[in-house]
């Protein structure tokens, strides 16, 4: 039996097709920018982007902390969610490595809105508070359940930071799920954002990288920031290699994984061990057990099914959906879903 891994859709292995695209990647010392593959990549994004550059980091993590360093200075302070990554899931980077601090706010599944935005501005001429300078979003939402905030609300969002002069940057490590789902365009969020992170490990299926976006005002500086974060790689155009392959074939079939994690979250509804699901729009499922006391058999039921979920503690489940994840797989998972007994 195959094992059905939905705890992150982090855990793919690349396609006979991708493994191939790396295998052939035309190279060259990317830290001397003489990698024509990961220039290729980076020339698809900011086009892509309708912005003026693109620069490759191994992860996620590092294209945000480096945005963060762009657009801050020590002692000032960004606005973000509570639930944001870059307040809970990189390592403190936002404090350790721009000493810069967070006003946290209570969005809505990991959304926040203009007017919250507005009130969390601390008054510029109020020398006692730290000086707001960007604003961090997310979208879509990772703790939130890859919720997808709506355009206008981020046009709104715009607006407020052109009156307060405060940078915008986009946490997009699932931008593409956002696309996909609402069909937009990325050249919409290229006019709305000064900088934008996308990964390309998470549904696109790549080994690892993610891609900082954003116009020559601000990137000039990108690439020495990479550096002193140790994120200068060499011959790093197979791994490029491999997110082209998949910008050109794995972005529409996202719509495959919001289609069965919606048809998951579906199956949940109807069981009576199950107490919330909370909505679905792209391929993340967040649910809670009818009883918290529960959480221990359900995932043992699971794991002698070979089945593994996350439990985000405090009685959060999460399941996330992929290109690994087949059809032969779902099925196998729905049923079970309907013979767990707790
Ligand atoms: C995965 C993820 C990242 C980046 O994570 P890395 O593991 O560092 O690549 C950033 N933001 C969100 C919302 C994510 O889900």
Request: charged share 25%; hydrophobic share 35%; proline share 3%.
């Amino acid at each position: 039996m195959k094992e059905i891994d939905l705890r992150s859709d982090t855990v793919t292995r690349p396609t006979k097709e991708m493994l191939q695209a790396i295998m052939t990647a035309k190279v060259g010392d990317d830290v001397y920018k003489e990698d024509p593959t990961v220039n290729e990549l980076e020339k698809k994004l900011a086009e892509m982007f309708g912005k003026d550059e693109a620069l490759f980091f191994p992860t996620g993590s590092m294209t945000n902390q480096a945005a963060i360093k762009l657009h801050t200075q020590p002692g000032e302070q960004l606005i973000c969610d509570k639930w944001a990554h870059v307040y809970n899931y990189e390592g403190g980077g936002v404090s350790f490595n721009s000493g810069v601090s967070c006003k946290l706010v209570d969005g809505d599944r990991g959304m926040i809105t203009a007017e919250q935005v507005e009130e969390s501005i601390n008054p510029p001429d109020f020398y006692h508070s730290p000086l707001t300078t960007l604003v961090c979003l997310e979208n879509t939402t990772n703790k939130g359940g890859g919720a997808c905030y709506d355009l206008e609300e981020i046009k709104k969002i715009r607006q407020v930071c052109n009156k307060h002069e405060l940078g915008l940057h986009l946490d997009g490590a699932r931008l593409f799920n956002a696309l996909v789902k609402k069909g937009e365009s990325a050249k919409d969020y290229g006019k709305l954002f000064d900088t934008i992170s996308v990964c390309l490990s998470k549904g696109l299926g790549t080994p690892m990288g993610s891609v900082l976006i954003g116009d020559s005002r601000l990137m000039k500086n990108a690439i020495r920031i990479r550096k002193v974060l140790g994120g200068g790689m060499r011959q790093i155009g197979f791994m490029a290699a491999a997110g082209v392959y998949a910008l050109e074939n794995h972005v529409e079939r996202l719509a495959k994984d919001h289609q069965r994690a919606t048809e998951i979250a579906e199956v949940l509804e109807e069981q009576k061990y199950v107490g919330k699901v909370e909505p679905v729009e792209t391929n993340i499922v967040i649910f809670y057990l009818e009883n918290v006391s529960m959480e221990e058999s359900f995932m043992k039921q699971l794991a002698d099914n070979d089945i593994r979920i996350s439990n985000m503690g405090q009685g959060k489940l999460r399941i996330v959906t992929h290109l690994d994840y087949t059809q032969e797989m779902h099925e196998r998972f729905l049923e079970t879903l309907h013979n767990i007994e707790l």
